[in-house]
């Protein structure tokens, strides 16, 4: 049964975007060295873009349901879905989340809006897309890790996989034991032939349910996303989370692991992780770390990077389409079971070897 059809927050979103004008006017001037090309580059377009991948996400969500093909795109997870008593459409935003995860998370907020699938079942299968997600990112890290860290990026590799996988089957055996089976398994797959065959008979059918349901979802996500977007952009320009990030790499490099692999830490927060890639491997080549400290001394740079990273690139969509406070829920349990496993798995690593 479809939710209520909700309507369009227009006065909701000029309100949002007068108060995004006056936190950009008051933030602008703190900023050094910040133009107008630069503001374009860094700040609108990346917002545009944004909004651009949430507004496909939404009509590939519509398009993928109204023309039943939702079993057709979930056919390789199926079987763990269905093991998790997740469905195919949460397996469907599973495998879109390979070539995008805020087209994922929209599709799954769609699912959720429509009542096709419940809130337990968006938060698992949102977890559970960190698996993708691992994927998606890995070729733009792994060919330039390897040759600078050789043997201890491969193993740092390795282990941040086990940890992915480590979650994941802890999300998908949750949902088995606590999700309730999905009804009309059967009827399913018959209710996407009806609507595919109905799909070509007419086609404008389909169009019609994005043009009615897409400028709604959209105006509505607008509201948070970019007042929250421009936000984050003023603290990070005003370099805030790199604040942040030195005092957290001070307190847990000095506390948990030798101070010789201080500076691979800092570094690694300080540039993003190539910087801290180098360092570990320029230290490890000296000789100054072994194999297996600059392994966990990328471990705890992952530990302790990525919520703050995650807070500063995946705040405004998370809060943004899902509203604040669930967005907020999901991302800081996502980031708490992502950070517990990558523990869990760093701290077996150091036992057992």
């Not at 282990?159 to 998908?172: G, H, P, Q, V």
């Not at 043009?211 to 952009?233: D, E, G, H, M, Q």
Request: glycine residues 6%.
């Amino acid at each position: 049964m479809s939710r209520q059809k909700a309507k369009p927050k227009y006065r909701a979103l000029f309100i949002s975007l007068v108060v995004s004008a006056v936190v950009l006017s008051i933030g602008i001037p703190s900023i050094e060295a910040l133009d107008a090309q630069t503001l374009i580059a860094r700040l609108f377009w990346p917002l545009l873009r944004l909004m651009g991948f949430i507004g496909i996400g939404l009509a590939a969500g519509q398009l993928i349901e109204a023309s039943g093909w939702t079993r057709a795109m979930a056919a390789l997870a199926m079987p763990a879905f269905r093991f998790s008593n997740l469905g195919h459409r949460c397996s469907a935003a599973f495998t879109t989340a390979f070539f995008s995860g805020v087209a994922a998370n929209a599709m799954l907020l769609e699912f959720y809006k429509e009542g096709k699938i419940s809130r337990q079942q968006l938060f698992l299968s949102n977890f559970a897309n960190q698996l993708p997600g691992f994927f998606l990112h890995l070729p733009t890290t792994f060919f330039i890790v390897i040759p600078l860290t050789k043997w201890a990026g491969a193993l740092y590799f390795l282990l941040t996989f086990l940890a992915t996988l480590f979650r994941t089957f802890f999300f998908l055996l949750y949902g088995h034991v606590r999700l309730v089976p999905p009804a009309e398994k059967g009827s399913e797959m018959r209710a996407g032939d009806e609507n595919l065959a109905s799909l070509k008979k007419r086609n404008t059918s389909v169009w019609q349910a994005i043009k009615s349901r897409l400028p709604t979802r959209l105006t509505n996500i607008a509201v948070y996303v970019v007042p929250i977007y421009i936000a984050v952009f003023i603290l990070n320009s005003m370099g805030f989370f790199d604040v942040v990030r030195r005092w957290l790499a001070n307190y847990v490099a000095t506390t948990f692991i030798p101070i010789e692999s201080l500076s691979v830490v800092i570094l690694s927060f300080a540039a993003e992780f190539t910087s801290g890639f180098a360092a570990a491997g320029a230290l490890l080549d000296a000789g100054v770390l072994t194999t297996k400290q600059t392994v966990m001394a990328l471990l705890i740079g992952n530990v302790v990077a990525f919520p703050i990273r995650a807070l500063r690139h995946q705040l405004p969509h998370y809060m943004g389409i899902y509203s604040p406070k669930m967005g907020a829920q999901l991302l800081l349990m996502g980031q708490g079971f992502r950070v517990l496993s990558v523990i869990i798995v760093g701290s077996l690593y150091f036992v057992l070897t």
